[in-house]
């Protein structure tokens, strides 16, 4: 009976083995056949590729930035400077936001531009994916302001506005640059002749 009990448990343990082998070499074989490979975000259901074109800016160092997105979901507002998608910049621009569509065409300088629908803006409050697209920004050219000198037009001082800045005096500290021996400073104008006080905040 023991001579049967071994045989049989033998017989039982071949199988099992053989088994044990298959599943082994197709773990490892799919393994080689995936190598290499970058992951497919389908297959975690992140089906939406959402394409963030700078169009002449640029987003984490790059022109486009590709991320995925799974359908109906909000999607990620470019912003700050330590993001997965930082806030895109370009010198001597703001952006004025995102679009799904945009025109292109050619300045007054015949160079190429590009035109904007306001039904096209995305809202990132509350605009879902739906499907793969493309947004693209908005850039208007930055405000400067001058502050210059009356008697020679000389620019005293400049600096660049943003769209939510406004148009303020300079500092104590900047005033105290720019002042001119013998002289006391008597406040801003909006023409030459120092007729019109500039209305900071108006």
């Not at 970058?38 to 930035?65: M, Q």
């Not at 330590?82 to 995102?98: Q, S």
Request: charged share 20%; glycine share 10%.
């Amino acid at each position: 009976m023991e001579g049967f009990s071994s045989m049989k448990n033998n017989r039982l343990r071949q199988p099992l083995i053989l088994i044990i082998l298959i599943l082994a070499a197709s773990l490892f074989l799919g393994g080689c056949a995936t190598a290499g490979k970058p992951p497919n975000p389908g297959d975690w259901g992140f089906d939406c590729l959402v394409t963030y074109d700078a169009l002449g800016g640029v987003v984490n160092n790059r022109g486009i930035r590709e991320t995925f997105y799974m359908k109906n979901s909000y999607i990620f507002k470019p912003s700050g400077s330590t993001n997965m998608l930082i806030e895109p910049v370009r010198d001597g621009y703001i952006l004025a936001g995102w679009y799904t569509a945009k025109e292109d065409i050619t300045d007054e300088d015949g160079n190429p531009a590009y035109s904007f629908s306001e039904a096209d803006r995305w809202d990132f409050e509350t605009d879902r994916v739906q499907e793969d697209m493309t947004l693209y920004a908005r850039w208007v050219p930055q405000g400067r302001v001058e502050y210059i000198d009356p008697e020679t037009d000389k620019v005293m001082f400049s600096k660049n506005i943003t769209g939510s800045d406004a148009v303020q005096p300079l500092t104590p500290a900047a005033e105290a640059l720019i002042s001119k021996p013998g002289m006391t400073f008597d406040g801003y104008y909006e023409d030459a002749g120092l007729t019109t006080p500039y209305p900071f905040g108006g």
